[in-house]
């Protein structure tokens, strides 16, 4: 754990350079706007330890792994976001000595992530070996308002010296991912071109044959006076660079203007891309760095409108929240269905794919909340449109008849992970996929999405599950054989309760679901059935069946689910007893070792009751808590929040206030000590949800808003925006009261602790 | 299934050349000799399909495996058998035309091998496209009197034309695996040397550091006439070759002798490589080809005095038995304790590692009746001699105090395979490695083995399995959680029936000798525990304890043993029920779908009957067989022997037969349509095990044969030999009555039919 980063409400600050921590604030200081986005790394160039990183959405490349017994069925490569051509570039060197903070004395140094405003800044003085000092401001951003646009101005003043500096501000598209099989490199130049103060090269990705087009224009001020340089251009395979020398006096001040651009053929025709990219440079360099930011700001204020959360009393807490909230908006806009939420969004390279069930378990109810609802609704497409390779994907599999099942980790619809134990046993991310549409509806009313889209995914799931249980002669039950549930130290188990338990729900909504849409609109359902070639009264017969026959395992005399046969086989010991030398388990058990134990990675049984909490009362809640909980290491950072959200349902405020932290600033002080990879975007969800589903017992029942709170200890309040059925609501929680603003048009029903109340528009309501 | 082999009782005979059929050959027809061995190439240039394959005993690689997700624990690297120099080669040019029986006519082709006398010889006369023919005859063996000698003798002759013939007789180590990762070369040249009429290649493996020095020296006759050939020599990266022409008139025969040698850094100093190949060379080309082959051929009459079995009225089975045994001897003499018997012997690269369990479970039977009592002996010191790595490896895996677990895969006694589901948890190879000392003890009486060695092996495993159970408070019993069986299509399955009864077995029979080595040798005994640290009292009672309360999964409905926890909760099919498009499922299902099927790879509970079969009557037998065999799929070539052993002792002489089908022409006539890949040399002892102990019945039971015998229907008789305690007997089962020669000095006692015998020496006895 480190505890480098200044605690400030609105920034995320370091100071002072350290270079033993500089991958880790590459990570920490990312930025992205949901298109493209990159590492906080240094524009000028930089010799110690850096993980070079950009990032363009939806561009991957698929690495072929090879092992050497290959299963049938393995998906043949693992799907990788592709480290992308590096843009933000300029080598300063004054005189003959190059700027490098790995190599020159560095005073003051000071890099801020302006999360009001949506930019990152740097200040520094650098002394070189000669002794000469120059100080550096930089700023530097990807835009919201303007997504294929970054924009960088870096101001540099002569201290103590007169001296020629030479500049080259530069794309470098000869880059490689940090993990890539073979060391290959991933991208193939296409062209390249340099005119004036622009330099554009364009990229192709080997196999999957992405275009992307990379422009930059640059301007240099000296004392703030456009100097109009000369640039001599210089091209290298996979390279253009804008060079150019300019004399300064000590006390001059030079200011670099960097416009960047990324296109790429998933959005342009290719031969429009060079087109393109121009016309995206010369405007954002019109607009000015200046108006550019003022944009950036004022869009980031209004998205802050939408989704802060305030914590008083916990400079702390408020930092952390805060930073988790931006981070995710970096992440994902929800402005293009294809896209999706990557677990390290543009911050770093591992887990590789873009897509996993985090999406639909973690981040929808974050963007349903705080978000327009079109936002979700392309969350919900996304999978949609991938319904026909999840179908294929099934049939891999031996599945027939439209069954689908969604993939693992994706980029395309295509299963592009290759572990067995995950890929084909991990299948309980089809029931996240169903109840997202769930969630989605019962928090938007929107039932014209199950009629358009919906229904069909579920009778595709639904099928799914149909055919993967089997009537066990020996139990007289459905069950389920061979999967793996959310707590993956465990694989290949049978009947894991969670999976069960999702499986049967999945077919009980889509059961409801069909009813629905077939009362409410007969002729869409008829041509819907024709579509999937329904056998409407044998398959609803047969799911019917199968839920009302499911196989739960449980212990009657612990009076709990157990999260799959054999459970209580195991060694029963608590997390509490496990030497501390023991953890993680991960790094230190061999893996056999790990999944012969009782020990879960993350909330297994218990993600279930968060999932269904209305068919359990508290009590039976408490005892599978109490049981589980001190068998669960958390080392999924996705796992904290939902015991967050239950202990606060429990009324353990402690507890709740506990995981909280685990979650909250699990980045900024590098608690799981993996920083450095990048950040834990999906789990940033997971943080929302613990202080808005957790400390304000936020839930929608029958359509209304109900709110249970609690203020944390430490705390003096809290409060947040949410967005709920075109209402925009003010919820704060403070020591004597819950206050609610209804910032709408129209009034609205919500439940406080049980009590129903009435908030007019524009009025607020305080019980 | 191919049918293209001729049928003789001793040679294997190809009629014809069809290059479709060329990978199958090169692997049926391949020569070794324990310390090398190789395919059956062809010594000219052949540019049709071929695997090039040359191999040296105990020199492999280390060949790095990555995957996208590494567990803890994970073995680095999968150790490959390497492909080595290729030493057959002779390259023919008459005139300007290359000798290549791909692109010439291939006339009165016919690949023998002649199992009786070890070589490999081949005729055929090839037209080339100038219409010029030759007819060609070579031989070529790898000598098993010398074992470091290879010896080649191809004869030429000018059909119907006078012209030039060049010769370019090489050395060729530019070689690689066919499946090596990173299509990398292995090898690395130290030095080459050629001098007259030899030339040496020492090559160098990357990592491993095996240096291996290749010589050959060749003469030429024209017409049985020394020439004293002019050599000019050729050195290229890794390959030096001997050039030289001969002009031949229509009518002259050309016969070039070649002898050849590999000697390794395993058995010499590096420096006195050369100076050994140089020496053997000269040695072998002093005696001269025939003399070696009169040697080879005499000691190949030897082995077969020990160990042939005759087959009256069945050429099939009597050719397939014998190339069983003759394989068998190719892979494995026993003269050196450093080697094993790797499952494709020399005649392939697949499966990589030299040493599975095989060994112990399947070839230990065999080596035991049919070759010299240290010949097994060695077996089992391989295995104490890794003693020290099998604790490491345990360690690894988070055991203590000197429990040794066995690597599945090795080459040196480490771990060198990597899937976590067999490496971890197929953990019941190491009761077959305790089995294997037990069988070696009842078989041979050699108590001072286990003082010896066999003692703190057994000490090692007894440890393993008593830290690996775990007491279920749930099922007040001992458990073993997260194991794969022999049946790998099964992964993690909790008490697997077979696992848990050999590790209780393992437990009580290490009680067992520990008893019997301190009454016997207390001084000894008392050694020993010293030098394992045993805890006498404690440990003993503890595995006490585990032996006594032990579970073992069974119904009592269907009275049978379960395969493992939860397997009666599957669909219940039989193979009889899948359709043929469906097999073999390894190839056409997904691996979830095999997992999560009833269905069986290989014997698993029925490899425990075979085992500990005085533990059971045939009525519970009968029980078992008749609910396992409908449900495995023999997809190892391991199980069908099991299986037939097993109908035999049930009477079931009909389904006995079908089952030994199913082995002993495995290869022959490429059942699995994967002989090309190599040969299945371990499961060649299982089809010996279904004659001896299926169709003869044989046991040793307190120290005496037993044999219970009958005839298949389609045979006249069937005979073989095996040795026993110093004696060696020839026993033949024919329609009328059962004979037993015994060859040796002294009487012996044994049981046919229940009934005790006395044969007195070089005598007969006939019940």
Redesign the interface.
Known sequence: MKNYIQKNEWNIIEEDFDPHLNKISESIFSLGNGRMGQRANFEEHYSGETLQGNYVAGVYYPDK?????W????PEY?AKVLNAANWIGLDITIGDERLDLFTCKVINFKRILNMQSGYLERLFTAELKSGKQVQVNTKRFCSITSDEIGAIRYELIALNFSETIHINSFVDGDVKNQDS??DEKFWEEVSSEITDDEAYLTLKTKKTGFDVCTGISTQILLNGENINSDFEPEKKEKFVGLRTSVNLNQGDALTIFKFATNVSSENYEREHLLKTANANITEAAAKGFETLLKEQSDAWVEKWKESDIVIEGDIAAQQAIRFNIFQLFQTYTGKDARLNIGPKGFTGEKY?GSTYWDTEAYCVPFYLATAPQEVTRNLLLYRYKQLDKAIENAE???FKNGAALYPMVTMNGEEC????E?T??EIHRNGAIAYAIFNYVRYTNDESYLKDYGLEVLIGIARFWSQRV??????QKY?M??VTGPNEYE?????NWYTNTIAAWCMQYALEVAELVKANDPQKFAEMAKIVSLDEAAEFELWQKIVDNMYYPEDENLGVFLQQ??Y?????ILVSELPAADRPL???????????SCFIKQADVLQGFYFFEDRFDDEILRRNFDFYEPRTVHESSLSPCVHAILAAKLGDEKRAYEFYLRTSRLDLDDYNNDTEDGLHITSMAGTWMSVVEGFAGMRVRNGVLHFNPFLPEKWNSFSFNISFRGAVLNVRVSKEKVRIINHSESDISVVISGKQHTIQSDLTVMP
Chains 1, 2 share one sequence.
């Open positions: 792994t090879r092992v050497g017994w299963k049938n069925g393995y693992f099989n073979y590789g891999k599999l031996g992970h290759n572990e067995w995950i084909f046993e089997n009537w066990s002669a020996d139990k069950v054989l061979g694989n290949n188990v049978n009947n046969d054999g209580l086989d195991k060694e029963q991960n790094q230190k058990w061999s893996w056999d070792r790990i999944l012969r």
